[in-house]
């Protein structure tokens, strides 16, 4: 059965065909995301064994279920701290955590900054399409100001988490936006973030066009993906501080590009015991030869 | 037989430790039964610290003293609060510098225990003092078991010291009785 | 500092919630991730100690659901996992508790029971969360929940409640309460070949192959386990799902697994259900107690013993399964059944489940240990019915 799929699309063996199709509406920006992070797989050089991915709930923790490596979908807002043990337990796994916004920054926001601040060696991927998708169109943290959901029909009051402002600001040592039109570059941050030990974290900014179009007259996936096309600036360098999205706003750019990449020690709760303190941590590596 | 103990001072004169020795030695060293439990609730605040060990012969069932048949107090105030619930005819023994009991009061044994730890350059262990005092009044534990419990607990450099001034104190007791 | 060994052979002097870290030492665990909170942050402590001296890991995490879903993690990567809390934490910790049941991960929580509700009585003693261990997260499944009730089974049960939960791949608790967490008594740890070990059950086929399926149970209703990184590629999910792991959102799928997830303990419960007996020989008043209020029960029925009531008692080791069928025998030759417990009658309603003859509880909402004289008092009383 795989053989014969694998002749029809040569990412097959990376999916659980026998699970397809997937649950995403027309229009969604989940699935090429999820294809950007397959093809970084197969091209991490890393053995599909080896990579584990873990999400929360939403329609974006819904990936790993896809994916034909090892996979745990878990609650609401809990994939970090998990992946945060598999890491640990077993360091010489790649793992990812691959969730939407509201799972990520709402109910797990707690578990995201901590684990930032610690450096735990993950790869997290947040879908960011602006509202709660799988529960159909709720405001969450990333909504934009003024932006309308079922549960803010006179439009988003709050301000919304800047991702990429958050995730430099609590210690993650790659930090990247990219968008679902901009495959090839989010697959190239996927594998340098694959490259590098600590926590990463890539923000995809998805059309949502049930969800999160529609109400706010975006229209169909397309017209967002125009909307990316037009307003999308990259720009590695930018401020952190000036990444914030302002839908409204036609002349504000959406700023794109990978504006972090430092090294900082990584999360070993055995460091302390090592012997003598290395510039470069080597330790953890140590282990994972005598693991491996 | 089961004895309810109950050692009270303030905080930083090392009552937990000693109560926690005491229990050792009788259920390690000594083979007694025994439960070392100490307060965590509100009333361990505000400087007063208790430490109770209950010794017995048979695996004992109630862990806690509610009427303590000694009471080991290092504490003007620790003496006022535990006094009224010593058992009639209980062993009441004091620190004699930092405890003025009622003039009623009856027969008790009493040791400078804090003095006597100065005298041998340090005051912190006046408790290890009392306890070799205690040790020797009371007759619950044997002396070598509660050595053994010093030499299985403390750290190497503390050891000399610390069965020193567990000596000084249970040598002080033929005196203590007599000032009784 | 010279390290300790993981067995920490020999007989010691031990603080019960010190006792209980060690216990997990022996059995194994090699991953603890908690939050401090009285009355059992001693564990926390004393694993932050201890297990890194052993290549173990430690983490303080940053809140109970991180927590517990960090022991969970560390389970489906193939660690021996504890976390330990007290009632607040425990709260937190229910939702991942679920998922440990649904996705049949192994893993032990300690909860040093304090007086509750919410924040209630942080360093003082109750036995409220008895009722919470067993129904406390959403749904139906099984648990094991064991009450020790002396450093001596902190340690004993420890050991036991990894081995339960690798071999039904369940959560598995140990309910201590305050007074045993906070009491010091001797506890001998046997040598390390003495210690139980129940392996978990892992896949028998290599993997590559089409034969293995990670939610396919076996005779006993468990399914072999296949942990992170072995090549199984594995799929665990919250959600309802089949033999593959996959989700199956439907009435059948559903009732076909939850059906098996609450078999897998209920088949075994004879088997899991453990219980301490005194003078029940003759007893025409049984004594059904647990955790520290067993030993005032003990006592009590010591002293109506010496006034001539024919008084005896019951320990459940386990609290759940409930050793119920044994209520209902020895239910059947006794004039009426006393409770004591530091709750408002959780166990009480159990042994009612289980027996018409009267049941007398003795219930105190916690604060303090239940002394003997109210237990003593009803025993009286009950030796009339």
Known sequence: MTTLM?????????????????????????????????????????????????????????????????????????AIPFAMAVALVRPQLEVAVFSGDGDLFAIGGNHFIHAARRNVDLNVICINNFNYGMTGGQVGPTTPMGARATTAPYGNYEQPFSLPYLAAATGAVFVARWTSLHLRQLKQAILRAMKKRGLTFIEVLAPCPVGFGRPNEIGDA????????????????????????????RDHPIVLGNFVDIERPVFDPLAMRRPAPEVEDHAPLARKEQEG | MRREVRLAGYGGQGIILIGLLLGKAAALHDGKEAVFTQSYGPEARGGASNADVVIADAPVDYPLVTRPDCLVVMFQEAYERHRPGLVEGGLLVLDQDLVRPDPGEGAFHAIPATRLAEGLGKKIVANVVMLGFFTAVSGLVRREAVEAALRSTLAPRLLELNLRAFATGYDYAPHAREAA | MKDGPAVLEGQHFLLGDHACAEGALAAGCRFFAGYPITPSTEIAERLAHRLPEVGGIFVQMEDELASMAAIVGASVAGARAMTATSGPGFS??????????????????????????????????????????????????????????????????????????????????????????????????????????????????????????????????????????????????????????????????????????????????????????????????????????????????????????????????????????????????????????????????????FTHRPVLGVNHAGGAMLPPEPILDTIREAATR
């Open chain 1, 6 to 78: 694998a002749e029809r699309h040569p990412s097959d063996p990376l999916f659980r065909a026998d699970r397809l199709p997937h649950i995403w509406c027309p229009g969604c920006g989940i699935g090429p995301a999820m294809h950007a992070y397959a093809q970084a797989l197969v091209e991490s050089g890393i053995p599909l064994d080896r990579h584990v991915c873990v999400s929360g709930i939403g329609c974006s923790g819904r990936v790993p279920g896809y994916l034909n490596i090892d996979s745990y979908h878990t609650t609401h807002g809990r």
């Open chain 1, 222 to 249: 397309m017209e967002e993906m125009m909307l990316y096309r037009e307003r999308c600036v990259v720009d590695h360098g930018a401020p952190l501080a000036a990444l914030d999205i302002d839908l409204r706003q």
């Open chain 3, 92 to 353: 937190l910790m229910m939702e991942n508790v679920g998922l440990a049941a649904m996705m049949e991960v192994p893993c032990v929580v300690v909860n040093v029971q304090r007086g509750a509700p919410s924040t209630g009585l942080p360093t003082l003693v109750a036995q409220a969360d008895v009722m919470q261990a067993r129904w406390g997260s959403h749904g139906d499944y099984e648990i094991v929940a064991y009450a020790p009730a002396s450093p001596q089974e902190c340690f004993d049960l420890t050991v036991r409640a990894f081995n339960t939960a690798d071999q039904y791949r369940i959560p598995v608790f140990v309910l201590a309460d305050e007074v045993v967490g906070h009491m010091t008594e001797r506890v001998v740890i046997p040598p390390p070949d003495a210690i139980p070990k129940v392996e978990r059950k892992r896949p028998r086929t290599a993997p590559g192959g089409d034969g293995f399926l990670p939610f396919q149970a076996d005779d006993d209703l468990v399914p072999p386990m296949a942990h992170a990184g072995e090549g199984y590629r594995v799929h665990f999910t919250g959600l309802t799902h089949d033999e593959r792991g996959y989700p199956a959102t439907n009435a059948e799928a559903h009732d076909r697994l939850v059906r098996r997830l609450v078999e897998k303990v209920r088949r075994h419960a004879w088997r899991i259900e453990e219980y301490e007996e005194s003078q029940l020989e003759d007893a025409r008043v049984v004594v059904i107690a647990y955790g520290s209020t067993a030993r005032s029960a003990r006592r009590a029925v010591a002293v109506a013993r010496e006034e001539g009531i024919r008084a005896g008692l019951l320990r459940p080791i386990t609290l759940w399964p409930f050793p119920g069928e044994r209520v209902r025998r020895l239910a059947e030759r006794v004039g009426a059944v006393v409770v004591p417990e530091l709750n408002m009658g959780q166990i009480a309603r159990e042994v009612e489940r």
